[in-house]
């Protein structure tokens, strides 16, 4: 095409060769038109300072592979993950009339850092796209496109009005996990802002097991979100010195033979642990799992929660859409135990959680998680008991729960769980550190008993606070710890006392 054809052929041009990027979203076609058009029209400045075409890495392909209009990336430092999401956006913003990106970091600096990125794409442009994109406004944190009627901003999360009363079409949300203030608040605002059609991309390197990115990643699944997780090893450049095959431990044969890690690998890998100690795992991930470090001690053994979760597999049943989940279905002639942790009911706050042991061998059986009501949460327990052979129905009489125990009471089920000669377990400041401990020692003497996810990652976040009280990490759950730390007290009575059995008044 003549360079003299005209600004309004060059736009005509320009929103043709984006078209695949917006009409056939996840297909391959649009992820090569992608790819094709990063490399013809997007510059970055390389490590040597140099401007070179945005030619993909391993993580940003595999990102562009597996996307989908929500996605969560967790990722090791230096991925590229970033840059290509940007670029993404920059060539949405340029190839749609009327298109908002806005790209939100967790500080000031990390913002404009981000958009001198942004600017650089706008500057390297071929000359013959210069005039079609001339900017009305170019500043630090906002570009806007005229002729094209689309806008590029940037804001950081402090900004708590980010996304207020704008159609946001391609949000960007970077480092969430460093996000200040109410995190989870800001990020609700933008999803708000967002259109059916908008994509959404929330990265960010680890920080702690807990806050608003954590959840994010632990709910992926109950939302929608695509996760991607990106180890340190994507990155070419990360080798160091070769190691020798026979200096090799267990834990770097495991990685070398999961992973097919070099020796140069395993080298680097060595200086990283030397120079970042207990900080590797999260500033360079290699499991999605143990990158997320507890913030404050944790109240269990960490290692033995970390090797328990790589080895669970998927439950033998879901119900309820996976609120209850089942690992080992009753057998005739065996006793269970299910205990009750109740909750409020409401649609937001702590679940009500109850816990399936085998009273013989402590195996956890089945765990149901919700929010419900104390008569529904009544229902569904009475229910879960009676399938388990008339188990022995044990819950929690603080708060809500002698809601929950009036309940059964009106439908007469017959083994419920009596503290003293009152009906129900209380949890108290002289019973609840001896039912932590009970759990934790449980959880090293046999974490093969321990089939939950869900258990296994609320421990994981379950913390000693600088006040001594062991607790949730703030933002988290531990409705199913409390749950199977009651499970556990009450079958250490029934064993040392096989003929106490309650019954319901």
């Not at 400045?45 to 140099?50: A, I, L, S």
Request: charged fraction near 30%; charge should be neutral; hydrophobic fraction near 35%.
């Amino acid at each position: 095409m003549r360079r003299d054809s005209g600004d309004r052929d060059w736009l005509e041009h320009l929103l043709k060769k984006g078209k695949p990027l917006h009409e056939a979203e996840n297909t391959e076609e649009a992820r090569e038109r992608l790819r094709e058009l990063a490399e013809e029209l997007l510059k970055i400045r390389n490590r040597n300072g140099e401007h070179v075409a945005l030619v993909p890495n391993r993580a940003q392909l595999e990102f562009e592979r597996n996307r989908k209009k929500k996605n969560i990336v967790l990722k090791a430092r230096q991925m590229g993950i970033s840059t290509w999401v940007s670029a993404r956006f920059f060539q949405k913003t340029i190839t749609r009339k009327g298109t908002l990106t806005v790209q939100v970091a967790h500080t000031r600096e990390a913002a404009e850092s981000l958009f001198r990125m942004v600017h650089r794409f706008l500057e390297q442009m071929p000359e013959e796209y210069h005039d079609v994109l001339r900017t009305s406004k170019s500043s630090a944190r906002q570009i806007i496109f005229p002729k094209l009627d689309s806008e590029y901003r940037v804001v950081s999360a402090g900004n708590l009005g980010a996304g207020r009363g704008l159609t946001i079409n391609n949000p960007h949300c970077s480092e969430v996990a460093r996000w200040p203030g109410d995190a989870a608040e800001t990020l609700q605002g933008l999803r708000a802002a967002m259109p059916p059609t908008g994509e959404l991309v929330l990265e960010s390197t680890p920080m702690g097991a807990g806050g608003c990115f954590w959840r994010e990643w632990q709910d992926a699944r109950e939302t929608g979100m695509v996760q991607h997780f990106f180890p340190w090893w994507y990155e070419d450049t990360y080798v160091g010195l070769a190691v020798d095959e026979e200096t090799l431990t267990e834990d770097e044969r495991r990685l070398k033979r999961a992973h097919g890690l070099t020796h140069a690998q395993i080298g680097y890998r060595r200086n990283l642990i030397a120079n970042f100690r207990g900080l590797a795992k999260q500033e360079y991930a290699e499991d999605p799992t143990e990158c997320f470090l507890a913030s404050g001690e944790c109240a269990f053994e960490r290692d033995v929660i970390a090797r328990r979760l790589a080895e669970i597999g998927k439950p033998a049943e879901e119900r309820k859409g996976g609120k209850l989940q089942i690992w080992l279905r009753p057998e005739p002639g065996r006793t269970y135990l299910v205990a009750v942790d109740p909750a409020g009911g409401g649609s937001e706050g702590d679940y009500s959680v109850a816990q399936v042991i085998d009273v013989e061998s402590a195996m956890q059986c089945a765990e149901l998680q919700c929010r419900a009501d104390p008569h529904d949460l009544a229902v569904e327990v009475e229910k879960l008991a009676r399938e388990y052979n008339g188990a022995e129905l044990v819950v929690e009489r603080n708060n809500h729960g002698a809601a929950v125990l009036a309940h059964l009471a009106s439908a007469k089920y017959p083994h419920i769980y009596e503290q003293g000669e009152q009906q129900g377990w209380l949890t108290s400041t002289l019973t609840r550190p001896r039912m932590i401990g009970g759990l934790d020692a449980a959880l090293v003497e046999a974490p093969e008993k321990f089939r939950s996810e869900r258990l296994l990652r609320e421990c994981r976040t379950f913390v000693r606070q600088r006040n001594g009280k062991m607790a949730a990490q703030s933002g988290e759950h531990d409705d199913c710890v409390m749950a199977m730390a009651i499970a556990l007290q009450v079958r250490a009575e029934l064993v040392s006392n096989p003929k106490k059995r309650a019954v319901a008044a």
